[in-house]
């Protein structure tokens, strides 16, 4: 049997040093390494891509780049050809997972190829930005980012550390790689806000009785881009999405936005998809101090000390209506979307902080005025959205539906 094999991906003219130790320490445990430069300039030491491959799959000429000395030209040369070429060495059987290190352009330069590979790919990236905000960089995909803690530049007693303890990661990631074969589910993806726990959790439990796999994905802006881009790639069968609060975000300033192409996946793609409307009553913001002054005289209600939310009002539901009718309104397969009458949360229940059924009834009416699409039917339940009666229909509607899909093909 061939042993696993890491890749490297690195700058090898700039930072040879540094991705010389690490290649030692992987193959000290007993693993191969590929080693993949890119750098603008010739290499330390000979690599098994070139720059040069990188850099032609975009058309681009390193060459003519390191004449001219343009390193943005050329590191942009190189993420976007990488971004390419990655995923296509790897389906090669090239490598089995990645490691690289660097600091804000070496972290950009690379990580966009790693967000490429499929999930479940080990990737690791050590880098001079990884103790801040690092969504940019890892996106919906499942990027270890490593904190360098000094820069990387040589070898001292700190980055011998640093760079020792991250080639055991990867190496222990890629040799330990699961290879056992388990019984084919079909999955379904669903959405879930602790607002919306208890009906996804009853709807998840009889789906799973049923024989289906159900991945559930919280509702906090990175949760909904990492569900939509698993639908994307084909890993979802079919959808629950009873929780669309990230919309509330996107709209009106929130902390979890889920990004613009938030409800397209399943549409495009056509899958068997049940949605509602859970938490459209609530936008989400940290701490009281960081919501914004042009809100100081809305109702609130302080989940936590870092987390604040936000009542939705009449003419923001109007909005959030407009907008997920236009999301399905996409649809290229027969949809649900169902509206729980007697509240959109937790919260939004009879006697409770966002209880306001008029509020409700706007975006009720609003997104049922403009669904135009025929293969969306819209189903109105005299219910709670977190009534156990409402999660039950849930779920079975989508059984029907993912049923009547396998039926069809």
Same mark, same amino acid.
């Given at each position: ?73 050329? /590191?942009? @040369?190189?993420? +976007?050809?990488? #971004?390419? =070429? ?6 090669? !059987?090239?490598? $089995? ?122 509702? /906090?802006? @990175?949760?909904? +881009?990492?569900? #939509?881009? =698993? ?6 069968? !079919?959808?629950? $999405? ?132 025929? =293969? ?34």
């Amino acid at each position: 049997m061939n042993k696993r094999t890491v890749a490297i991906a690195g700058t090898f003219d700039s930072k040879s040093e540094e991705f010389l130790f690490i290649k030692e320490q992987i193959e000290k445990t007993g693993l191969n390494t590929f080693l993949i430069h890119t750098g603008i300039f010739t290499p330390a030491f000979e690599p098994d891509v070139t720059n040069h491959q990188i850099a032609e799959v975009v058309g681009a000429d390193i060459t003519e780049i390191a004449v001219n000395r343009d390193r943005a030209q050329g /590191t942009n @040369a190189i993420a +976007k050809g990488l #971004e390419i =070429l990655l995923p296509q060495l790897y389906s090669e !059987g090239k490598f $089995d997972g990645i490691i690289s290190a660097g600091g804000s352009g070496g972290t950009s330069m690379v990580t966009p190829s790693m967000r490429a590979l499929p999930i479940g790919v080990p990737k690791l990236m050590i880098s001079t930005v990884a103790a801040g905000d690092v969504s940019g960089y890892v996106g919906s995909s499942d990027i270890f980012m490593y904190p360098s803690i000094v820069d990387v530049a040589g070898i001292n007693s700190i980055s011998k550390k640093i760079f020792t303890n991250a080639a055991n990661a990867i190496s222990g990631m890629v040799a330990n790689l699961s290879i056992e074969q388990t019984e084919e589910k079909k999955v379904i993806a669903a959405s879930m806000f602790g607002v919306t726990t208890p009906s996804v959790e009853v709807s998840r439990r009889l789906l799973e009785e049923d024989g289906y796999e159900v991945l559930v994905f919280h509702a /906090t802006g @990175a949760g909904g +881009k990492s569900m #939509e881009k =698993l639908i994307t790639d084909g890993h979802i069968a !079919g959808v629950l $999405d009873l929780t669309t609060t990230e919309w509330c975000d996107e709209l009106f300033g929130g902390n979890m936005p889920g990004g613009k192409h938030r409800l397209e996946a399943a549409a495009i793609t056509g899958i068997p998809q049940v949605v509602s409307l859970g938490a459209l009553d609530m936008v989400n913001f940290g701490a009281v101090e960081t919501v914004p002054k042009k809100y100081q005289d809305r109702t609130f209600y302080q989940h936590n000390p870092m987390v604040t939310l936000m009542r939705t009002t009449a003419e923001e539901n109007q909005q959030l209506g407009e907008t997920i009718a236009e999301k399905l309104n996409q649809v290229t397969s027969k949809t649900i979307l169902m509206l729980p009458l007697k509240g959109l949360s937790s919260l939004d229940n009879k006697n409770h902080e966002f209880y306001a059924p008029q509020i409700d009834q706007v975006l009720f009416d609003t997104v049922t005025a403009n669904i135009s699409n025929p =293969l969306v039917e819209i189903i109105s339940l005299d219910y709670n959205i977190n009534d156990p009666q409402f999660a039950t229909v849930a779920a079975e509607k989508l059984a029907q539906l993912m049923n009547e899909h396998t039926d069809d093909i």
